[in-house]
């Protein structure tokens, strides 16, 4: 058995998850994730774990779009991503 904390952390991409699972199920093993409480080798469980692996694609999805979206006003606004980019930390730059 394999005990993963979330759907989320599993996979991010729901084909991708659906094949995995389906992968080891084939080698008869069963994957738990802990936070929804799903058992892969149950009847239901596929069922469920489609469905939650969609809505966290999409909630991967919007918070990647939101963080580009984020930079892109930044890069506009003349202010840096982040204080420690490349390495090198800015002083006194503002």
């Given at each position: 058995?394999v005990?993963t904390?979330?759907?989320s952390?599993?996979?991010?991409?729901?084909?991708?998850?659906?094949?995995?699972?389906?992968?080891?199920?084939a080698?008869?093993?069963?994957?738990?994730?802990?936070?929804?409480?799903?058992?892969?080798m149950?009847?239901?469980?596929?069922?469920?774990?489609?469905?939650?692996?969609?809505?966290?694609?999409?909630?991967?999805?919007?918070?990647?779009?939101?963080?580009?979206?984020?930079?892109?006003?930044?890069?506009?606004?003349?202010?840096?991503?982040?204080?420690?980019?490349?390495?090198?930390?800015?002083?006194?730059?503002l």
């Amino acid at each position: 058995m394999v005990i993963t904390k979330s759907i989320s952390r599993f996979a991010r991409n729901t084909v991708t998850l659906l094949q995995t699972v389906r992968d080891f199920k084939a080698w008869g093993v069963d994957i738990f994730f802990e936070e929804q409480n799903i058992h892969t080798m149950s009847g239901d469980g596929e069922l469920m774990m489609t469905i939650l692996a969609s809505y966290a694609q999409e909630e991967s999805r919007s918070a990647s779009e939101n963080q580009k979206w984020r930079i892109k006003r930044n890069f506009e606004e003349g202010m840096p991503w982040n204080g420690a980019m490349l390495g090198y930390l800015m002083k006194n730059c503002l």
